[in-house]
């Protein structure tokens, strides 16, 4: 079974420019979470989808911060201009709707200079 | 609103001994929990997982966790620790509310193995 795939694997960029993750979750999983983690942390959930549709966006700076998902199956996430506080890695995981074990990318690494 | 304490940021074993990282929970409903395991420039990894079903959970590699829901603890152990085993580990909880059903992570623990 192929994993959840995720590009770049890493991404350089200066303040205030934009730049898009790609998420590719596992086949038939009808969820799909945006996760950032920080240097030293957990992550933190950004937003998850359910098919094509928002559950929960509490934490996405909406600002700068921007997520869809496509038919339901491959996501991007936007941050439009970026900030340095930005620099983290972003994972997009994905899981059946019934279950709640969530399967992880590798990430992509984000550093915003 | 659910959360999750790990009670220590970095724990230190020699190899050969026996390994405690500790979980305590915050959760409205009746949580699944979750133990993941970070290796560098690696993804997450599932370790094991809690869905209200024996309380003794055993899981990859080795390790197991136990829920107590009294102490609202989800305690991570391994008899024996092993050099692979060094990695950051992180408890998960996951409330069973309104279908919501999003990972919150703790802050995670670094385990080091000393050989």
């Known amino acids: 079974e192929a994993g959840v795939a995720q590009s770049p694997r890493y991404k350089i960029i200066e303040k205030r420019q934009s730049v898009a993750f790609w998420c590719n979750p596992i086949?038939?999983?009808?969820?799909l979470y945006w996760y950032q983690q920080i240097l030293g942390q957990g992550p933190k959930l950004l937003i998850q989808f359910q098919n094509n549709g928002v559950v929960d966006d509490s934490q996405l700076p909406k600002d700068r911060f921007s997520a869809e998902r496509l038919k339901g199956v491959d996501s991007t996430l936007k941050i439009q201009p970026a900030k340095l506080e930005d620099s983290a890695v972003y994972l997009c995981?994905?899981?059946?709707?019934?279950?709640?074990?969530?399967?992880f990318g590798q990430g992509t690494r984000l550093t915003v200079v | 609103a659910q959360s999750v304490t790990q009670l220590d940021s970095h724990v230190s074993v020699s190899e050969g001994t026996p390994v405690l990282l500790r979980c305590n929970y915050s959760?409205?409903?009746?949580?699944?929990l979750f133990w993941y395991v970070q290796h560098p420039n690696k993804g997450l990894q599932l370790l094991l997982k809690?869905?209200?079903?024996?309380?003794l959970v055993k899981g990859i590699n080795g390790f197991e966790a136990e829920f107590k829901k009294s102490e609202t603890s989800f305690h991570l152990t391994k008899p024996s620790a092993h050099m692979s085993d060094a990695a950051e580990y992180f408890c998960v909880v996951s409330d069973s509310d309104t279908g919501r059903r999003a990972l919150t992570f703790g802050s995670g623990t670094r385990l080091q193995v000393q050989p």
């Open positions: 809690y869905t209200s079903a024996a309380t």
């Open positions: 959760s409205s409903y009746s949580p699944s």
């Open positions: 995981a994905s899981s059946l709707v019934t279950l709640t074990e969530a399967f």
């Open positions: 086949s038939g999983h009808a969820t």
